[in-house]
């Protein structure tokens, strides 16, 4: 399967504390708690490296020449992780990625590494760090924990990326939410210069910690502000824009719409009931439906590989971009078209 944890020597690429990954199936190896990262790179079977080797091709003629691409290629037993790059590319090794990492770790309080893994051969691979300052809470019980994830691929696939990962706890919700303004974003190609753009990432860590604890006024925002009917078709209209000329999309539309229209109503079973009806349970509504409703591209039919797909999406690929549009569209609509107490949409 294309879309799936990294399997070999009998066991899972992945390690999380306790069990909070359930979204990976349970899949991968437990610890009882966070750990450092010597201790991650080996549980996560992380420790090896990476090379860039000349690829070659057979000619019309029979013979064997170079061609101008490279593959990448784990150095301890010789897979090939995919893809076929450039002179240009630069690897970024495992442990490299883990750097970012433990920078944070060494300026922030209580942070560990909570999570790490590879999918398929190894050609991606992830971190999660959990970063407590940025831990909130709504409505007196409604818990968040904030996370740094940082990623990167060797197959071409992903760009080195780090990200705050905010953790719903009541549902195991997760959204991806990009770090502060464009011009303090993680983002870096492997290219020649990566290793000191890294370098340069290593100085506005601060940043990291300012826009995780921002996030907590933003959600506080977003709680106390009531939808409007209006507003509400709104956000949706902008998040699953209309289809008139193609029917399966409208049809796919349409149940898209039900499904987040009726976990929004639901409200967790109305866990938090002053929530209800709020750009917060709007946003939990879309949140829950990409990491848990939506479906992932190729995930397959066994409940491991939707798991598995969902999860992938959610951190990684259009489910993450979802999430992340979602919270922007709704800042914005929350300044436009609410009302700050009474009567909310579920209420007409």
Known sequence: MAHDLMYRNGKHGMFCVGDRDAAWH?????????????????????????EKKQMYARNPLG???????FGT????????????????????QNKDAFTFCDSLLAVSDGAKYESAGALGVGGRI???????????????????????????????????VAKLVDTRVVCANTLAVAMGERSTSFKIRHTASAKQRMDDALLQLGEI????????????????????????????????????????????????????????????R?????????????????????DHFRTARGQGSKPEQVAVARSESAL??????????ALTVILEETDQNTIDAGIGYLDK
């Open 26 to 50: 349970k899949l991968g190896q437990r610890t009882p708690e966070a750990v450092t990262w010597a201790q991650a790179i080996e549980l996560a079977d992380l420790n090896w490296t990476v």
């Open 63 to 69: 013979k064997v020449v170079e061609i101008p691409l």
């Open 73 to 92: 290629f784990r150095s301890d037993d010789g897979a090939y992780l995919g893809g076929a790059v450039g002179e240009g590319y630069e690897v970024i």
């Open 126 to 160: 992830w971190v999660l760090a959990r970063i407590p300052e940025g831990d909130y809470v709504i409505d007196g019980g409604d818990a968040h924990k904030s996370y740094l994830m940082v990623a990167t691929s060797h197959d071409q696939t992903l760009s080195y």
């Open 209 to 268: 910690k300012s826009t995780a604890m921002d996030l907590k006024s933003k959600m506080e925002r977003l709680a106390s502000r009531k939808l409007t009917r209006e507003s509400v078709d709104h956000i949706l209209d902008r998040l699953f824009p209309k289809s008139t000329d193609d029917k399966a999309n409208q049809t796919r539309r349409d149940n898209t719409l039900t499904e987040v229209l009726s976990l929004y109503a639901n409200n967790d």
């Open 270 to 290: 109305n866990a938090f009931p002053s929530v209800q009806g709020t750009a917060y349970n709007l946003l939990n509504a879309v949140t829950e439906y990409a």
């Open 316 to 325: 990684f690929g259009s489910g993450a971009a979802l999430k992340t549009k």
